[in-house]
């Protein structure tokens, strides 16, 4: 076949080229969402490095690449995060974003789902998810069917969102877990609002503008699945890492997904060293940010007392 300049040359008129043109466009392969390395998702990893996860990632490397899909969460045409999604448990393993000023406001109800883990020749786009359909490779509304005893519980938060389009990509099957109510809505959601509080006061970069970097992610459960088929996380951690007044800084968290104890129950703040250690499987190492300045023994606790009494980062005081 010759090249398509060379067609070109010998058509006339100039109209018959162009429409050829148009052809070729218009059968364009779908640029994949769904892809083979976190590197070829950049912009929501610092220093564009995966965490290390023992039997998933080693060495930067996925070990399974036919369960282990990596999801660059995309809507509107527009990639907002990145998701390492397990499709024999049915949910991810972690969800990574770069932290900049969040509006306000929450998405809408609707959960979407990746339709690339079902079909890889179709949209980039995350679509919305059909209640009636049971997905082979990913969860669905179905297997959340009402009376459940979970929360589909975000990794990556919609509070963390920068713009409402942003927000509602959150709304993703693959970047949620069945997470137990009082947990999700209790203890989960008061360290998820400590966090945005810290990292919007205290994460500003050399150019002042805020930026941080978030990765959530759960550990798999050996409880009943639900709906047969989709894991029960046994635990949710999450760890954050930014630049800030010629420093960085960094905390991590973790907490069972049981439920809570307390209604104002606070989950303890950690070191990345710490959760490092809570994650690791024998000499196999687990890191959140490999790589980086993101001290290993300190957290930004000390920080606490300068943030507002309503971003929930200790346990109020009863008057």
Known sequence: MRPLAEECETMTPVKTCF?????????APTVSEVVMSMSDCKGFLLNNKPPQVPDVVEDDKIQDNNRYKVICQTYKDERRFVTL????????????YKFTKPDTGRP???????????DMGTDKNMEDNDINVEYNNQAGDKDYKEGTAYDKGHLLPSSYAKSQDDKT?????????????????????????CVKCVMEKFCVNSNK??????????????????NRRVNVP?????????????????????????????????LPTNTLTQLYDQ???????????????CPLVETVDDLYSQVKNDCYCVKKTKS
């Open 19 to 27: 429409l050829l043109l148009l052809s070729v466009l218009f059968i």
């Open 279 to 293: 994650l690791k499987d024998g000499d196999k190492r687990f890191e959140a940010f490999p790589g980086s300045s």
């Open 209 to 226: 503008v805020i930026e941080g970097y978030v990765i959530t992610g759960a550990k798999p459960g050996n409880s009943e699945p639900v």
């Open 85 to 96: 999604y397990d499709t024999k448990n049915k949910i991810p393993v972690f969800s990574a």
């Open 108 to 118: 809408d109800d609707l959960w979407k789902m990746e339709p690339q883990l079902e």
């Open 169 to 193: 990509s959150t709304s993703t099957l693959t970047n949620a877990v069945p997470q137990v109510r009082s947990f999700n809505r209790g203890s989960w959601a008061r360290m998820e609002k």
């Open 234 to 266: 046994s635990l949710l951690w999450s760890a954050f890492c930014c630049y800030s007044n010629n420093k960085w800084i960094a905390s991590a968290y973790w907490g069972e997904n049981v439920k809570d104890g307390a209604d104002d129950t606070i």
